[in-house]
């Protein structure tokens, strides 16, 4: 086993993977990068428009060129040939300076951007400043690290998600996709706020959902919303409407994946810069585990968190407003515990043991604190302050998972890890998905010949040849609907529908083709 | 507790094996001298080509089987006992077994050409011969060009196997086209012209007369029967199908013929011995089927059937309307019911194709009757399970015809062609009447 181990996977020779064009396409594409780097040790370029033009110039332009040497002028297809040949996308040397140069950017972004050239006074030095210019143009102000960092973003999702469509080209689903994440990046998340901020509004990205972003309802935020006239509680009510109506409701038509793989910027990023490390999430059982555990806890830290922040910003003086912390507290509890009852009474028998336990469990430590904190009357929710609490949840989640672990270990660890364990908004999005969406991934019949294609390529390290051989429907939380399953089935066996709940869930013990007497005998009984 | 032995862990004999564990509590031992655990044969080819790692193959954990109580034992078995009902193996030690199922699957089928036994000369069947792949064709440096003999669904692995490492293929076929024994001319030229533009050098009407070696004993080139010319190669792939793997029942008293003789409840001439997979010869056909089928999906049926029978439920093997799948380097395959290249003398044809000369359907019908007796799709995903209703509904073609969309398996946003298959139909068939 060792030996063919050996032979066959990580020695085998890759076809030329790079040809002339490509490399010369890189060497553009690094030159940009290289702009960025000088600008970073503070070389101070003489016109910074022109310089700044000329780094994302060429990164789109190495990228495209790459792109179009790639895949144009060749068949239209699933194109997989010597991915786990290559170091890039088989963990080797490459594909871990990748991702040490990512892990280090993520740091320094969050926790020292001062070495990008952020000053606490004066102006903006660094590569930082490089972005001045741009900044200005759109939202009137000198850069950030946030400006630099959601500028680059956008622009990997565009570069990128052209190569993607290039690759996929044949696929109208995966087509219509990738547009869709690229217009929601550019115009949802990085245009409308930003010209918000121009317009002195406050800044708010439609498309960045609570729970996924974390601060919607933080106290700042908050006063923000309510000092900026009509737009700004506008801006509050389609918050809370878009997690309590609007995604329910959209989830409920076309499962998660109408925010994970069409909407959502994390997932953009996964679906068009990470595509090449979606085969590296791990399948097995465990990790299943794992991620049921983990993303759930998390989604209990950030309610509790969000109650604990909510709770502190507002008063307690009834003559003020009738929303008190004593009501909203209570009106909370009570919301969660009618969630958990619907499911409980409806839903209970689609629920795993340890889902049960899980549910429980995590109900009870939410009422738990919930009630302590009201009887203690300290306003203290798991004896921190509610800001403390964020500023906690900031660092571990909001930076360190999603940021640093999340997009840094793409080359390692596959585009979704974030996605996968820790993104409440995945979670939230999960559960409506598994027990209330017209959703699922339907197999053909007795078609399935267990290949393995589409559990390799899942970036959710679902199983999803388990369910195929099985001739039974892909029902799962996890699943972001990205499609690459069914693209990548050699015999047509996958398909992503939206169809009746009556069946949804099915389990056939025998496969259609054999006799029909033995599938009748054995599957009903 | 009874003790049930299965010869051959592939999809026949795991089949049986699982479904014989939810049914009961006998011992269950499978033995392979192949691969520690089972994995899926028709995905040999994407760990050539780099879409799959070994480990991937594999459909089921490691820890899978003990928790299953499944035993597994690697070894050969070389000689069988039937009357004291004991395996012998060629490792040495040996094995009793209350019930023995055989499921020893196929071995590369050759025509005894001269130089057959040169290094280098290969099948596509197996574990081993994937590593002999991997050996004697790693990259196009030492291997800039490989022959192809025979045109099947291996040859045609083969070939898409070899072009991913930018290995130059000469694919000689017995036929005019790719495939024609079984794919009607419309198809297999369709698919000749696909294989030809992925840069395979597809020699059609060309059979092999030798192969030649050199003083190492690799092989150095070939020489084709028809006009004696010389392709250098250094490796050469035989695809001329499978036959059943049976050379170790010799002497046994199993009866065999060219696969081990079964009955319809799969039991061979010697009592508690059955047989599945694509080792086995029905000793009658099952309607349109052939004695021998070497199909995935057949040797899964036989595992469920046989199953049952071992389990106190004997079920007569009757598998349901014919189907199979196969994907042509970037064109997906299926087939629903019979369609047959030489036709029967009642069948008649409609076929479609279109004009980017990627997809294209035929559709078999009863020319008296206007029954539909089946479909192939090339370049269209089609629904297994509407088909086989309108096959057991015995629907007319017309029906079908006007009905597509229903069966229609695409994923979302791709285009249909219903319309124009419908418009195709009602041009240019003046007989059945719309």
């Given at each position: 086993?060792?030996k063919?181990e ?10 030329a ?6 490399k ?14 000088l ?15 000329l780094?994302?110039?060429l990164?789109?332009?190495?990228t495209?060129v ?10 239209a ?14 963990r ?10 990512l892990?280090l ?28 210019p ?26 990128f998600?052209?190569k993607?469509i ?8 995966e087509?219509l996709r990738t547009f ?7 115009g ?8 918000l ?15 996924l972003n974390?601060d919607?309802?933080a ?17 509050f ?10 995604s329910p409701i959209?989830?409920?038509?076309y ?7 069409w ?5 953009g ?7 090449p ?7 097995s059982?465990?990790?299943?585990k ?9 989604l209990?830290?950030v309610?509790?968190?969000t ?6 910003f507002?008063?307690?003086d ?9 009501v ?13 009852a619907l499911?409980?009474?409806?839903k ?10 899980g ?14 904190n ?8 798991f004896?921190?302050?509610?800001y ?7 660092f571990?989640?909001?930076a360190?998972f999603?940021g ?10 596959g585009?979704?890890?974030w ?14 998905q598994?027990?209330?969406s ?17 559990s ?11 369910y195929?051989?099985?001739?039974e429907?892909?029902?799962?939380s ?16 996958l398909k ?8 949804r869930i ?11 007497d ?8 | 507790?009874?003790h049930?032995v ?43 080509m780099?879409?799959?790692k ?7 954990e ?21 009357d ?21 699957g196929?071995t590369?089928n ?6 057959l ?28 060009r ?14 898409e196997?070899?072009?991913?490492r930018?290995?130059?293929v000469?694919f000689?076929?017995r036929?005019e ?6 794919l ?33 004993g ?17 490796m ?16 046994s ?13 799969l ?20 309607g ?11 040797g899964?049926m ?12 004997p ?10 799948s ?43 009757t206007?029954?539909?007796l ?20 015995h ?7 006007r009905?597509?969309k229903?069966a ?23 007989q059945?009447?719309?």
């Amino acid at each position: 086993m060792s030996k063919i181990e050996h032979n066959m996977s990580m020695t085998g020779d890759a076809p030329a993977s790079v040809s002339t064009t490509q490399k010369i396409a890189s060497a553009l594409g690094l030159l940009g990068l290289f702009i960025l780097l000088l600008a970073l040790t503070n070389v101070d370029f003489p016109n910074k428009t022109l310089f700044l033009s000329l780094s994302l110039g060429l990164i789109a332009a190495g990228t495209i060129v790459f792109a179009n040497d790639a895949y144009r002028g060749k068949h239209a297809g699933i194109k997989n040939d010597g991915v786990w040949l290559k170091a890039f996308t088989n963990r080797g040397l490459s594909a871990w300076v990748i991702g040490i140069g990512l892990t280090l950017f993520y740091i320094v972004l969050y926790w020292f951007p001062e070495y990008l050239g952020l000053n606490s006074e004066g102006g903006n030095t660094g590569v930082i400043s490089l972005f001045d210019p741009l900044s200005k143009l759109i939202n009137g102000n000198p850069a950030s690290q946030w400006f630099v960092y959601g500028t680059l973003y956008t622009l990997a999702i565009l570069v990128f998600g052209y190569k993607f469509i290039l690759k996929y080209r044949h696929n109208n689903y995966e087509i219509l996709r990738t547009f869709s994440v690229m217009f929601f990046q550019l115009g949802f998340a990085f245009l409308i706020p930003e010209i918000l901020i121009r317009l002195n509004q406050p800044y708010f990205n439609p498309a960045n959902l609570w729970p996924l972003n974390y601060d919607l309802f933080a106290g700042y935020k908050i006063d923000e919303f309510f000092s900026s006239g009509t737009l700004g509680l506008m801006m509050f009510a389609f918050g809370i409407l878009s997690i309590f109506v609007i995604s329910p409701i959209l989830t409920y038509k076309y499962g998660k994946r109408w925010y994970c793989s069409w909407v959502c910027g994390c997932g953009g990023l996964a679906e068009t810069a990470g595509d090449p490390y979606r085969h590296l999430s791990d399948k097995s059982q465990f990790a299943w585990k794992v991620e049921r555990w983990v993303i759930h806890s998390v989604l209990v830290f950030v309610v509790v968190m969000t109650i604990a922040v909510v709770y502190s910003f507002l008063g307690d003086d009834s003559k003020d407003t009738w929303l008190t912390q004593d009501v909203f507290l209570w009106g909370a509890a009570g919301f969660l515990t009618l969630v958990f009852a619907l499911i409980m009474i409806f839903k209970r028998q689609e629920l795993a043991k340890d889902a049960k336990y899980g549910a429980i469990g995590y109900f009870v430590i939410i009422t738990a604190i919930i009630g302590m904190n009201y009887f203690s009357g300290n306003n203290q929710i798991f004896f921190f302050q509610g800001y403390q609490l964020r500023s906690w949840y900031g660092f571990l989640i909001g930076a360190a998972f999603s940021g640093v672990i999340g997009v840094g270990f793409y080359p390692i660890f596959g585009n979704r890890v974030w996605c996968r364990f820790g993104c409440p908004m995945a979670a939230v999005l999960g559960m409506q998905q598994r027990l209330f969406s017209k959703f699922r991934i339907t197999t053909n019949g007795g078609q399935c010949i267990s290949c393995g294609n589409c559990s390799t390529y899942c970036e959710m390290g679902i199983d999803v040849r388990a369910y195929a051989q099985k001739g039974e429907n892909i029902v799962r939380s996890s699943c972001v609907g990205c499609g690459i399953c069914s693209a990548v089935c050699p015999r047509g066996v996958l398909k992503l529908e939206n169809g009746s709940q009556d069946g949804r869930i099915n389990s056939e013990e025998v496969l259609l083709g054999n006799d029909v007497d033995l599938m009748d005998f054995l599957n009903q009984k | 507790m009874e003790h049930i032995v299965i010869i051959g862990n592939g999809i026949s004999g795991i089949t049986a094996a699982r479904h014989i564990r939810k049914h009961s509590d006998k011992k269950i031992t499978v033995i392979s001298a192949e691969s520690d655990y089972f994995f899926s044969r028709t995905a040999l080819m994407y760990v050539y080509m780099g879409h799959m790692k070994w480990d991937h193959l594999k459909p089921y954990e490691d820890w899978f089987w003990k928790k299953n109580r499944l035993e597994l034992k690697k070894a050969y078995v070389s000689k069988i006992e039937t009357d004291t009902k004991t395996l012998h193996f060629q490792e040495g030690g040996s094995m009793t077994y209350d019930k023995l199922i055989i499921a020893s699957g196929s071995t590369t089928n050759t025509f005894g050409w001269e130089g057959l036994e040169s290094k280098g000369v290969l099948g596509m069947v197996t574990k081993q011969d994937l590593e002999q792949i991997e050996t004697y064709a790693p990259n196009n440096k030492e291997c800039p060009r490989a022959v192809l003999i025979g045109g099947g669904l291996i040859g045609v692995e083969l070939a898409e196997m070899l072009r991913t490492r930018n290995i130059e293929v000469t694919f000689l076929i017995r036929e005019e086209n790719f495939w024609d024994a079984v794919l009607p001319e419309g198809e297999a030229a369709m698919i000749s012209r696909h294989i030809e533009s992925h840069g395979v050098d597809l020699r059609n009407n060309t059979n092999l007369d030798k192969i030649i070696a050199n003083d190492e004993g690799k092989v150095r080139a070939i020489i084709t029967k028809e006009t004696g010319e010389e392709i250098s190669c250094s490796m050469v792939g035989i695809c001329t199908g499978v036959k059943p793997n049976i050379t170790f029942l010799e002497g046994s008293g199993i009866e065999t013929d060219r696969g081990i003789l079964v009955n319809r409840k799969l039991e061979t001439n010697i009592q508690d011995i059955y047989a599945i997979g694509d080792c086995v010869q029905q000793r009658e056909a099952i309607g349109n089927r052939k004695p021998i089928e070497a199909v995935w999906y057949t040797g899964r049926m036989m595992g469920e059937t046989v199953a049952q029978t071992l389990c106190g439920n004997p079920f007569e093997y009757n598998p349901g309307h014919w189907f199979n799948s196969a994907k042509f380097f970037d064109i997906e395959y299926q087939t629903y019911g019979w369609v047959f290249s030489d036709k029967k003398e009642y069948e008649a044809h409609f076929h479609w194709r279109h004009q980017d000369d990627t997809k294209c359907i035929t559709i078999a019908y009863n020319k008296d009757t206007h029954e539909f007796l089946g479909i192939n799709t090339f370049g269209i995903r089609m629904k297994h399970e509407v088909f086989d209703r309108w096959l057991s509904e015995h629907q007319k073609v017309d029906f079908v015809i006007r009905n597509l969309k229903q069966a229609n398996f695409d994923p979302e946003f791709y285009k249909h062609y219903e319309k124009d298959i419908f418009n195709s139909f009602k041009e240019n068939l003046q007989q059945p009447q719309l």
